[in-house]
């Protein structure tokens, strides 16, 4: 029994050893496991972002041509209100995913940013839709538009830990008046 004594500080060590050794492993794995899910969900979230911004944008950019026919905009390519309108219907049905997407996995940040966004384009679009000739309105709006995406890309930045980005914002060339 005396020999068994002896190792007994000996047998305690190696178990505290291998207790320490496993705990260590266990918390290690857990921390890595969280880190891995975190950049997961980032990544998706900058997924959902993109997705959502380019397909706004496609209803942007159709609203520019419409505004471009009605002569509020000076896009190179106009296109009539009808010939725009199954246009924009497909890129509202197909960004109505993103839009869902965005809702659930963005920071409630984004999310309003991108409310505010949208709204400003869905005047835009009423504005087209309505024949209005009017570049200084159309001026207006193209600059609560542009703001908004500001706004919007500004949040996602922050939302992602990115650091900051340029504003896109150039000149605007002038429509001339009829």
Do not use: C
């Given at each position: 029994?005396t020999?068994?004594?002896?190792?007994l500080?000996?047998?305690?060590?190696?178990?505290?050893?291998?207790?320490?050794?496993?705990?260590a492993?266990v918390r290690?794995?857990r921390?890595?496991?969280?880190?891995?899910?975190?950049?997961?969900?980032?990544?998706?979230?900058?997924?959902?972002?993109?997705?959502?911004?380019?397909?706004?944008k496609?209803?942007?950019?159709?609203?520019?041509?419409?505004a471009?026919?009605?002569g509020?905009?000076?896009?190179?390519?106009?296109?009539?209100?009808?010939?725009?309108?199954?246009?924009?219907?497909?890129?509202?049905?197909?960004?109505?995913?993103?839009?869902?997407?965005l809702?659930?996995?963005?920071?409630?940040?984004?999310?309003?940013?991108?409310?505010?966004?949208i709204?400003?384009v869905?005047?835009?679009?009423?504005?087209?839709?309505?024949?209005?000739?009017?570049?200084?309105?159309?001026?207006?709006?193209?600059?609560?538009q542009?703001?908004?995406?500001?706004?919007f890309?500004?949040?996602?930045?922050?939302?992602?830990?990115?650091?900051?980005g340029h504003?896109?914002?150039?000149?605007?060339?002038?429509?001339?008046?009829?």
């Amino acid at each position: 029994m005396t020999a068994f004594l002896q190792q007994l500080p000996a047998l305690i060590g190696v178990v505290i050893g291998a207790l320490g050794s496993y705990l260590a492993v266990v918390r290690g794995d857990r921390v890595r496991f969280r880190r891995e899910q975190a950049a997961r969900w980032e990544e998706r979230r900058f997924t959902v972002y993109t997705d959502w911004s380019q397909a706004l944008k496609q209803q942007v950019a159709l609203t520019y041509r419409v505004a471009a026919h009605l002569g509020n905009d000076p896009h190179p390519h106009p296109l009539s209100a009808q010939d725009a309108e199954p246009l924009l219907a497909e890129v509202q049905t197909a960004r109505e995913p993103h839009g869902e997407a965005l809702i659930l996995l963005g920071s409630p940040d984004v999310v309003e940013h991108a409310r505010g966004w949208i709204v400003t384009v869905m005047e835009m679009e009423r504005f087209v839709r309505e024949g209005t000739r009017d570049p200084a309105a159309w001026r207006s709006l193209l600059e609560r538009q542009r703001a908004g995406r500001e706004g919007f890309y500004t949040a996602v930045r922050e939302d992602l830990s990115l650091p900051p980005g340029h504003a896109a914002r150039w000149p605007l060339p002038v429509v001339p008046q009829p």
